[in-house]
């Protein structure tokens, strides 16, 4: 059974940087597709980044273009979120997410989800 696993969250002053680590177990990483989504105060689910598998394709959101970074580890089943330039914005509670098909920032899409991790960014 695929499980996910994430740790990294914290506390960080604003400009700072940040890695979240998403730990896949029981998964080929042959195929399918890895995201990161946040959930801010207030707000809906958003999709933040995703990565295929297959290709290695990725894909951002607008509002972190450039200073968010998803990448999968020499040991495959370890998929990070880089965060630099962190702004108050940031401040959510993020979450991995994974699914057998193509890559999609749309939640609804996912049916593997991570505990979540809280993410503050002070000013």
């Known amino acids: 059974r695929v499980q996910l696993m994430e740790s990294g969250g914290d506390s960080v002053q604003a400009g700072g940087s940040l890695r979240l680590s998403c730990i896949v177990a029981?998964?080929?990483?042959?195929?399918?597709?890895m995201a990161w989504f946040r959930q801010l105060p207030g707000k809906e689910r958003e999709g933040v980044a995703s990565?295929?598998?297959?290709?290695?394709?990725?894909n951002y959101a607008d509002s972190v273009k450039s200073r968010f970074t998803i990448s999968q580890d020499t040991n495959k089943n370890i998929v990070y979120l880089q965060m630099t330039g962190l702004n108050p914005e940031d401040t959510a509670i993020y979450y991995c997410?994974?699914?057998?098909?193509?890559?999609?920032?749309?939640?609804?899409?996912?049916?593997?989800w991570s505990q979540g991790t809280q993410v503050t960014v002070s000013s």
């Open positions: 990565f295929a598998f297959g290709t290695g394709s990725t």
């Open positions: 029981g998964y080929t990483y042959s195929s399918g597709c």
């Open positions: 997410a994974a699914r057998s098909g193509s890559c999609s920032l749309a939640s609804s899409w996912y049916v593997i």
